[in-house]
């Protein structure tokens, strides 16, 4: 019998070679949307700040501490969805693996309290060869 955190057989290792340094940003991120209310026929949303981190990509500063957060945003949206326009590419420090660790963090390091659904949370990952000469960090 396989223990619960075993990997299945079939997965199979991701290389991203070692010819050219990558980076990798995120693209888009949704979740199961939250119940959100309406005071006097106002829309009522939080400004609460989450920060997504990452196991693949190398730590940088945030709050006086080395991490390896990738993006912060304001949840619950109305939709459950963030489109990103400008891509942060940060990075890569892993050049194999099998597997990708995120987690989705308030600013006080508990974990985001998404609403139960059997909706998934879905982050979509934006990898690239880092641009040499480019001093913008960004892709439009």
């Known amino acids: 019998m396989r223990s619960r955190?075993?990997?299945?057989?079939?997965?199979?290792?991701?290389?991203?070679?070692?010819?050219?340094?990558?980076?990798v940003g995120i693209c888009?991120?949704?979740?199961?949307?939250?119940?959100v209310g309406t005071v006097k026929h106002t829309t009522v949303v939080s400004d609460t700040k989450g920060l997504i981190y990452c196991d693949l990509i190398s730590?940088?500063?945030?709050?006086?501490?080395l991490v390896r957060c990738m993006r912060t945003f304001i949840y619950p949206s109305l939709?459950?969805?963030h489109v990103f326009d400008n891509v942060y590419?940060?990075?890569?420090?892993?050049?194999?693996?099998?597997?990708?660790?995120?987690?989705i963090l308030q600013l006080t390091v508990k974990?985001?309290?998404f609403k139960s659904s059997t909706t998934p949370l879905n982050v979509v990952l934006?990898?690239?060869?880092?641009?040499?000469g480019n001093n913008n960090n960004n892709i439009k």
Do not use: D
Not at 89 to 103: D, W
Not at 126 to 132: G, I, Q, T, V, Y
């Open 5 to 23: 955190y075993s990997r299945p057989s079939w997965l199979r290792s991701v290389e991203l070679g070692y010819s050219e340094n990558w980076e």
């Open 126 to 132: 934006h990898f690239r060869p880092f641009l040499r």
């Open 59 to 65: 730590p940088q500063y945030v709050r006086r501490a």
């Open 28 to 35: 888009k991120f949704s979740y199961p949307p939250n119940s």
């Open 89 to 103: 590419n940060l990075p890569v420090e892993k050049r194999t693996f099998k597997s990708i660790r995120i987690e």
């Open 79 to 81: 939709s459950g969805q």
């Open 111 to 113: 974990p985001v309290e």
